[in-house]
């Protein structure tokens, strides 16, 4: 399972996510995710993960849904982060 075929499998509307399932370990339990962007931007950076067995991509270069939580300040995105606890990320 690559970064492409994860990204293929995301849901298409975050609606989604709760009841999508693991690409890796096909757990049901829906997949997390979180926006990250910047200050006076309506783009940022998506991270998407499973809690089951902690896999998960950043997608780069998202537009950020209006209305969407999304954490800009650098340190308030390290501390989710460090919450989220440690991640296989694919690249
Ligand atoms: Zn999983």
């Given at each position: 399972m690559n970064y492409l075929d994860w990204l293929k499998t995301l849901p298409k509307s975050d609606a989604e996510y709760a009841t999508a399932p693991c690409p890796t370990c096909l757990?049901?339990?829906?997949?997390k995710y979180q926006y990250f962007g910047f200050a006076d931007s309506e783009f940022g950076w998506k991270l998407?993960?499973?809690a089951m067995c902690q896999t998960g991509i950043q997608v780069s270069r998202v537009r950020i849904?209006?209305?969407?939580?999304?954490?800009?300040d650098t340190?308030?995105?390290?501390?989710?982060?460090?919450?989220v606890g440690p991640l296989k990320l694919i690249f």
């Open positions: 757990a049901s339990c829906g997949l998407v993960w499973c849904p209006h209305g969407a939580p999304a954490i800009s340190v308030e995105q390290q501390r989710f982060i460090e919450e």
